[in-house]
């Protein structure tokens, strides 16, 4: 492949999932990473951080969440503006196309420590992210942070479902409504 040739973003992702899947994350250098893309490790560095940051974007959902629950209708509630902006994130990322990509994704960063950190941190700050675009409609504080923790929930469980061959809106959609099904069992505080 050709440096010049345009995503390479995309090309040292797939690069570096396709050798962390056969040689593990810990056996991966950056430098097997460009070569793999065809590209140099000046240009693995102009796009990511580290090795690690490779498998998580460059917070392309926390922009398409945002702009989603803002162009909302401004009567949606602040679970129907969640839903808003889990299928514009559907849309756009989550398609068939990425399905085979997203899988072995998951499965890689499963299978690794530091990893999953990484995940868990980027999932804080989709839900922060989540959390301020509801609190700029006008949501209270609390009622943001509860629809934003309830959405990132049924995110990842339409992430799950979406891997192992579902519509990543209809996994959404359910997902949303079996969290929200699932509050009431909590609602009562204990004395």
Request: with cysteine.
């Amino acid at each position: 492949m050709a440096r010049w040739q345009p995503n390479a973003p995309e090309r040292l992702s797939k690069a570096a999932l396709e050798l962390f899947a056969e040689r593990g994350y810990e056996n991966t250098t950056v430098i097997d990473i460009a070569e793999r893309a065809g590209l140099t490790k000046s240009t693995f560095f102009r796009h990511f951080q580290d090795k690690r940051e490779v498998l998580f974007g460059s917070g392309t959902l926390a922009g398409l969440l945002t702009e989603a629950v803002a162009a909302a209708p401004e009567t949606a509630s602040p679970l129907e503006a969640v839903t808003a902006a889990m299928d514009a994130i559907g849309q756009a990322a989550f398609t068939p196309e990425r399905r085979e990509f997203g899988a072995l994704r998951r499965a890689v960063i499963d299978a690794n420590p530091e990893l999953r950190e990484r995940e868990a941190l980027k999932g804080l700050a989709l839900t922060a992210a989540l959390a301020d675009a509801l609190k700029r409609r006008g949501v209270p504080d609390l009622t943001a942070r509860v629809a934003a923790e309830l959405g990132a929930l049924a995110m990842t469980l339409a992430h799950e479902r979406w891997s192992d061959g579902g519509d990543f809106g209809e996994c959404a959609r359910q997902a949303l409504a079996e969290v929200v099904a699932a509050v009431p069992a909590f609602v009562t505080i204990p004395r």
